[in-house]
């Protein structure tokens, strides 16, 4: 089963936008803080972005601050600008359980419950 849903990818051109979106219908996401994750080929999972369980505490990856944006409603959203060719990346969505707020906890891999199976971004140049 799938808990957590990615969305919202495609090829996009340098300098575009994108926003991708994270859907959990089996979970309540009020309970969830989510984090969004990218992955390039032969590279290593990089955090990108956290948001806490009710939305009003935020982290980020040092690569995308200032060009990225998570935010809660009833999904979580990553809106991205200023998109670069080394922003190409599988895109994944994780959840844990927890009424922690968030930070630099939120960037380590192993602290999720659930993943998602990942947004395909392609930024050309």
């Known amino acids: 089963q799938v808990f957590v849903h990615e969305s919202g990818g495609g090829l996009v051109q340098a300098g575009g936008s994108l926003r991708l979106s994270c859907a959990a219908p089996?979970?309540?996401?009020?309970?969830?803080?989510v984090g969004w994750f990218r992955q390039a080929p032969g590279k290593e999972r990089e955090f990108v972005a956290g948001i806490g369980f009710g939305g009003r505490s935020t982290y980020y990856g040092d690569s995308t601050k200032g060009r990225f944006t998570i935010d809660k409603g009833n999904a979580v959203y990553l809106s991205m600008i200023s998109l670069k060719p080394e922003d190409t990346a599988i895109y994944y969505c994780a959840a844990k359980r927890t009424f922690e707020s968030a930070g630099s906890w939120m960037s380590a891999v192993s602290a999720y419950d659930y993943w998602g199976q990942g947004t395909q971004v392609t930024v050309s140049s």
């Open positions: 089996a979970l309540n996401l009020n309970t969830y803080a």
